[in-house]
């Protein structure tokens, strides 16, 4: 069992950066491959991005792709979602998710743990 808290959401202009966080509960966090999806008002969840359990292969939804950046630290439990170079259309609610497995997925149902996630909204 995972559980999962994210933070760092908030309100910037467009152009401007932030930082998600992603903390885990559970002493077998590195085992995991963890996910960053996003919906926005009225639209269904989606990819963002994703990164094996030991950080070495990452995948990108083409929309953030050469923008955001998702990193993790195994001994702090955490993942992270860097975001630059922001727009209006990446305003969304931000959810962090893991799966029972060492391999990054784009898929949301191939997740099982996910967070309540955290707000991003970028004015332009």
């Known amino acids: 069992q995972v559980q999962l808290l994210e933070s760092g959401g908030g309100s910037v202009q467009a152009g401007g950066s932030l930082r998600l966080s992603c903390a885990a509960s559970?002493?077998?966090?590195?085992?995991?491959?963890m996910g960053w999806f996003r919906q926005a008002p009225g639209k269904e969840r989606t990819f963002v991005a994703t990164?094996?359990?030991?950080?070495?292969?990452?995948f990108y939804a083409d929309s953030v792709k050469g923008r955001f950046t998702i990193s993790r630290d195994n001994g702090k439990n955490t993942v992270f979602l860097q975001m630059n170079s922001l727009k209006p259309e990446d305003s969304a609610v931000y959810y962090c998710?893991?799966?029972?497995?060492?391999?990054?997925?784009?898929?949301?149902?191939?997740?099982?743990?996910w967070g309540q996630g955290t707000q991003v909204t970028v004015s332009s």
């Open positions: 990164i094996s359990a030991s950080g070495e292969t990452t």
């Open positions: 559970g002493r077998t966090f590195s085992s995991y491959a």
């Open positions: 998710a893991a799966r029972d497995s060492t391999f990054p997925r784009q898929l949301q149902n191939e997740y099982a743990y």
